[in-house]
T-cell receptor, first 112, second 112 residues
Framework: GEDVEQSLFLSVREGDSSVINCTYT??????LYWYKQEPGAGLQLLTY?????DMKQDQRLTVLLNKKDKHLSLRIADTQTGDSAIYFC????????????FGAGTRLTVKP | DVKVTQSSRYLVKRTGEKVFLECVQD?????MFWYRQDPGLGLRLIYF???????EKGDIPEGYSVSREKKERFSLILESASTNQTSMYLC???????????FGPGTRLTVT
């Protein structure tokens, strides 16, 4: 089965909050990441969280980690049309930090 | 800023052709990766390299080979392209010890 799972689509209205969820299976994950991919571009790191943390905030972004349930979420406050993109959850640390596993990506659509 | 460049943004090749995809990075990173990205499947690791002339198979190496003759350059080779290799190919790099991966813009390959 999938090592990292996320829903494929999310649609919100401009100004609302978006919450993108991710579950993973490897309890030895060291780092968990959120990447953003805009149309026609590669992936860009948005934020990451170390596995001994349960929350990280960076301006409009809030990452929550529930290590017991192996659940990671990304909340985007005051979502803007420029936030429309695909968001990938990833984890690393199974064998070493080079072994990074990605989810399938959540396509976020922001309606005006 | 890390810069990761890929030789082509779009490529169209015929079945049976030999295809070279090239990735170049300018940050002296030890680790380089090739992924393919398909809708609903996310990123899947094809090969990675942790040093010059060193390579490791990823999750889906069949039909691909790689070459790393210089630290800054990592090539992905399709010996005999097939239609099921039509995909977006992404190159990434990271420092030794892993962690964040930096991505190139991607090459969209179509095999007809």
């Amino acid at each position: 089965g999938e090592d990292v799972e996320q829903s494929l689509f999310l649609s919100v209205r401009e100004g609302d909050s978006s919450v993108i969820n991710c579950t993973y299976t490897d309890s030895s994950s060291t780092y968990l990441y959120w990447y953003k991919q805009e149309p026609g571009a590669g992936l860009q790191l948005l934020t990451y969280i170390f596995s001994n943390m349960d929350m990280k905030q960076d301006q409009r972004l809030t990452v929550l980690l529930n290590k017991k349930d192996k659940h990671l979420s990304l909340r985007i406050a005051d979502t803007q049309t420029g936030d429309s993109a695909i968001y990938f959850c990833a984890e690393s640390g199974r064998y070493n930090n080079n072994d990074m596993r990605f989810g399938a990506g959540t396509r976020l659509t922001v309606k005006p | 800023d890390v810069k990761v460049t890929q030789s082509s943004r779009y490529l169209v090749k015929r079945t049976g052709e030999k295809v070279f995809l090239e990735c170049v990075q300018d940050m002296d990173h030890e680790n380089m990766f090739w992924y393919r990205q398909d809708p609903g499947l996310g990123l899947r690791l094809i090969y990675f390299s942790y040093d010059v002339k060193m390579k490791e198979k990823g999750d889906i190496p069949e039909g691909y080979s790689v070459s790393r003759e210089k630290k800054e350059r990592f090539s992905l080779i399709l010996e005999s392209a097939s239609t099921n290799q039509t995909s977006m190919y992404l190159c990434a790099t990271s420092r030794d010890g892993g962690g964040e991966q930096y991505f190139g813009p991607g090459t969209r390959l179509t095999v007809t």
